[in-house]
């Protein structure tokens, strides 16, 4: 089954500290591509930071870093020194039937991030 | 690079009229990508085209769904005979093949009363 699991439907975290999003998914896949989308309340799904399933080396991007661990299939997100702006919807979703396919998206439900001052 | 663009933004419409909407790529991607997103979830695929082709379509896009590229530019999604069950929010994306990474349009916010 192709699915993607977000287990914390809501978090929060006060400004400047950091806070971890949990992502598992399900493939059969050895090299396909993982992301993490944001979703500001009635703004458009910005990418956020993407991971190559061959690739050993975690990805960052400033203050988003991932934690990926290809056997557990888990694809975490790490937000360092939250600012305000952080706050809104952030999705994992996966490319589950690899490069060279239609590379559609499958996302998880979400997990609403709350910034508080 | 001006993104990927969808209009309208907004629709109200009345069960049973039909419905069309837009999307405009990022111009130098080839493929295209349409997604529905309902209150609470993640989006769910429908459709995608590869230049004009449309190499696959979800068991969500029902007889009633249709979407076309036709030079292989902006792509339309015409809904006939809405129902209230398709409200939702049409978000568009655009990507490079074989590159991955899908870039979302603002989405178009659809209701159906």
């Known amino acids: 089954a192709q699915t993607v699991t977000q287990s914390q439907p809501e978090m929060s975290v006060q400004e400047a500290e950091t806070v971890t999003l949990s992502c598992t998914y399900d493939t059969s896949e050895s090299d396909y591509y993982l992301f993490w989308y944001k979703q500001p309340p009635s703004r458009q799904m910005i990418l956020v930071i993407r991971?190559?399933?061959?690739?050993?080396q975690n990805a960052t991007e400033n203050r988003f870093s991932v934690n990926f661990q290809k056997a557990a299939k888990s694809f975490s997100l790490k937000i360092s020194d939250s600012q305000l702006g952080d706050a809104a919807m952030y999705f994992c979703a996966y490319i589950p039937d690899g490069k060279g396919g239609s590379e559609k998206l499958v996302f998880g439900k979400g997990t609403k991030l709350t910034v508080n001052p | 690079d001006t993104g990927v663009s969808q209009d309208p933004r907004h629709k109200i419409t009345k069960r049973g009229q039909n419905v069309t909407f837009r999307c405009d790529p990022i111009s130098e991607h080839n493929r295209l990508y349409w997604y529905r997103q309902t209150l609470g979830q993640g989006p769910e695929f429908l459709t995608y085209f590869q230049n004009e082709a449309q190499l696959e379509k979800s068991r969500l896009l029902s007889d009633r769904f249709s979407a076309e590229r036709p030079k292989g530019s902006f792509s339309t999604l015409e809904i006939q005979r809405t129902e209230q069950g398709d409200s939702a929010m049409y978000l568009c994306a655009s990507s490079i093949a074989g590159m991955g990474t899908q870039y979302f349009g603002p989405g178009t916010r659809l209701l159906v009363l």
């Open positions: 991971q190559e399933a061959y690739k050993q």
